[in-house]
T-cell receptor, first 112, second 114 residues
Framework: SQQGEEDPQALSIQEGENATMNCSYK?????LQWYRQNSGRGLVHLIL?????REKHSGRLRVTLDTSKKSSSLLITASRAADTASYFC????????????FGKGTSLLVTP | DAGVTQSPTHLIKTRGQQVTLRCSPK?????VSWYQQALGQGPQFIFQ???????QRGNFPDRFSGHQFPNYSSELNVNALLLGDSALYLC?????????????FGPGTRLTVT
């Protein structure tokens, strides 16, 4: 079973626009991570946010975490065609060891 | 600094056969995890190896087994292949020890079972 669920399933925007993806999860977590995957290849780690953090930035990425709502959002500002990919959130469930639990991902298409 | 490497890139096997996939972790990492990603789905955790022992296992049958070598590289073995085993198999490495660490993924091995 999958712990996280991304929303929307698919998103299409134009270059220069901002893209926002959301992730909801079911049980308490230690950390939440966002990954990017291009065309069925390996996952690229984007950012990790710990359960005691509320917001984190990395370049054009902004991640928020609301543990009371069990949700997170990933904002990509000033998107580029190269941002076209699938984006996954992954959680490690508190007291459940080291496994990452992924959602089904958001497929982002950025058109020139 | 080489990242996580996996071999082979692609593999085609027949139902009932056995397959071995290989993974070399990122330099400085001693923990290896394996994930299965079916088409259109997120990765599913298979198991994790640390100090040459299986530290945690996901909800996969015993047909899936693994090994970690003293140099921290790892193998994933799948016996009696089923059509449903067709997927992208991802290896991830991280520094071990206490606490949770970021996991870095390799490019994956695409397994097709016919």
């Amino acid at each position: 079973s999958q712990q996280g669920e991304e929303d929307p399933q698919a998103l299409s925007i134009q270059e220069g626009e901002n893209a926002t993806m959301n992730c909801s999860y079911k049980t308490s977590i230690n950390n939440l991570q966002w990954y990017r995957q291009n065309s069925g290849r390996g996952l690229v780690h984007l950012i990790l946010i710990r359960s005691n953090e509320r917001e984190k930035h990395s370049g054009r990425l902004r991640v928020t975490l609301d543990t009371s709502k069990k949700s997170s959002s990933l904002l990509i500002t000033a998107s580029r065609a190269a941002d076209t990919a699938s984006y996954f959130c992954a959680t490690d469930v508190m007291n459940s060891g080291y496994a990452l639990n992924f959602g089904k991902g958001t497929s982002l298409l950025v058109t020139p | 600094d080489a990242g996580v490497t996996q071999s082979p890139t692609h593999l085609i096997k027949t139902r009932g056969q056995q397959v071995t996939l290989r993974c070399s972790p990122k330099s400085g990492h001693d923990t290896v995890s394996w994930y299965q990603q079916a088409l259109g789905q997120g990765p599913q955790f298979i198991f994790q190896y640390y100090e040459e022992e299986e530290r945690q296992r996901g909800n996969f049958p015993d047909r899936f087994s693994g090994h970690q070598f003293p140099n921290y590289s790892s193998e994933l073995n799948v016996n009696a292949l089923l059509l449903g085993d067709s997927a992208l198999y991802l290896c991830a490495s991280s520094p071990g020890g206490q606490g949770f660490h970021e996991q870095y993924f390799g490019p994956g091995t695409r397994l097709t079972v016919t």
